[in-house]
């Protein structure tokens, strides 16, 4: 193994009306909180109304900023934590899915800081705070509920990038799988294949850590077991409960340490995809993955070999893919660019892309001539 330091400091609460306990501990970080949700979700499946009410119940006021959008725009982030700053707020909290809540990990620690968000994210900040950021979840997916990452793009830069800092973590999150009975199939699907790449990453990761590679596996297998079976019933209450527990430990640490880190290529691809066509997070990484695991055939051959035989059995790369492939075309997700809408005419386009933000991951760096082969498996017509 590689040394590592645990460290994980989100305190989080999970299960039906969890929400009803947000207000006691909020009251311990002041008495004014900055309100940040998207584009109404929350105001339909009960849990604004409910954190609402905690707050006022526990006599903090609320200034609210709403309209953070799937995959979010640093501009948004600027204009909330300029916001939150003039209104000298005590605690930024956060009611939403992935976007909004990495959003407002950067406002809280840009409120804090004065600082401008995007010198954050490239990291020509150095932050050394943040304000107390509680997070509501009703997305199954990111697992940025219990992680130190945050993801944004700036259409200036022609960049959509993650950053990680230990600032970022929240306080406290509130987990309630009834409010993700309404997200609709198409993101309960692409949440499912992003809990699934997050292990995967893991695994392509440097290093050797066999606890770990369990917990990759453990986490994988119950995405295999419930998935299926809650795109087919999705108001099942313990099927949810179950995708947002697995989604949480996809990526709060617990399947990494002992690697120095995970991979993240297959990300970083995908962040193209998203900042040009803005496609859905998930579907990205279904229609990336196998790519890549396509032309990392040699140089993560053995990896992919263990792979396909703890989830399925067989030590047959092509086999793997392939049964990857049916898992996310059975949830509905795209395994191709064009089953996302992006036509072959896109290629030059994104490779561009890729090329000039020399998009890759952590262990498998690429080539240009690497980047080119991704691109043409995930073009590639059955
Ligand atoms: O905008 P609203 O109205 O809230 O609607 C959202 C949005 O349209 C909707 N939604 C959320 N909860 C719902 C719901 N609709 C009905 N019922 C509910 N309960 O779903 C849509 C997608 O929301 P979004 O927050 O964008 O999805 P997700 O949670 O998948 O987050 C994706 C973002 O997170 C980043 C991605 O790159 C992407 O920008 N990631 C963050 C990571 C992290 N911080 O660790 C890691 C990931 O790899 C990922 O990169
Ligand atoms: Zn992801």
């Known amino acids: 193994m590689k040394n590592f330091i645990a460290y994980n400091p989100t305190k989080l609460y999970f299960g039906k009306n969890v929400v009803s306990e947000l207000g006691k501990p909020a009251s311990a970080y002041g008495n004014h909180a900055l309100l940040v949700f998207g584009g109404g979700s929350v105001l339909r499946n009960g849990s604004y109304a409910a954190v609402r009410m905690q707050l006022e119940q526990h006599g903090i006021r609320i200034t609210e900023y709403s309209g953070i959008k799937p995959n979010p725009r640093v501009e948004d982030v600027r204009k ?41 994210m490239t990291g020509k900040y150095n932050p050394s705070r943040a304000l107390p950021l509680i997070a509501v979840l009703t997305l199954a997916a990111t697992g940025t509920e219990m992680n130190s990452a945050a993801v944004l793009q700036n259409r200036e830069t022609g ?8 600032l970022n973590y929240p306080a406290l999150s509130f987990l309630d799988p009834a409010y993700t009975l309404s997200v609709p199939a198409d993101h309960t699907a692409y949440g499912i294949v992003d809990l699934v790449a997050h292990a995967m990453e893991s695994w392509f990761g440097q290093g050797k850590a066999t606890l770990s590679d369990r917990f990759v596996i453990a986490v994988i297998e119950e995405a295999m077991d419930v998935g299926p079976a809650l795109m087919k019933q999705p108001d099942h209450y313990e099927l949810r409960e179950r995708i947002m527990w697995a989604a949480t430990n996809a990526l709060n640490n617990l399947t990494g340490y002992g690697r120095i880190s995970g991979e993240w290529g297959v990300h ?32 993560a051959g053995e990896r992919i070999r263990l792979l396909g035989s703890r989830l399925f059995g067989t030590r047959d790369m092509d086999g793997t893919i392939s049964r990857l492939e049916d898992f996310f075309r059975e949830l509905g997700s795209p395994v191709r660019c064009q089953d996302a809408g992006i036509e072959p005419a896109k290629r030059e386009e994104i490779l561009a892309l890729m090329n000039r933000n020399r998009s890759q991951g952590i262990h498998f ?17 059955r």
């Not at 960049?159 to 230990?166: A, E, P």
């Not at 080539?367 to 017509?381: G, P, V």
């Open 365 to 381: 760096r690429l080539t240009d001539a690497e980047r080119e082969e991704i691109l043409s498996h995930a073009f590639q017509t």
């Open 159 to 166: 960049q959509k990038i993650g950053f990680k800092h230990d």
């Open 268 to 299: 970083a691809l995908g962040h193209v995809l998203s900042f040009l066509y803005d496609t859905p997070h998930g579907a990205t990484l279904s229609v990336i993955y196998p790519a890549w695991m396509k032309a990392m055939r040699e140089r």
């Open 80 to 120: 909330a934590a300029e916001i939150g700053r003039k209104q000298a707020v005590d605690m930024v909290v956060a009611v939403g899915g992935g976007s909004v809540i990495d959003s407002a990990k950067i406002i809280a620690i840009c409120i804090a800081e004065n600082c401008d968000s995007w010198e954050l």
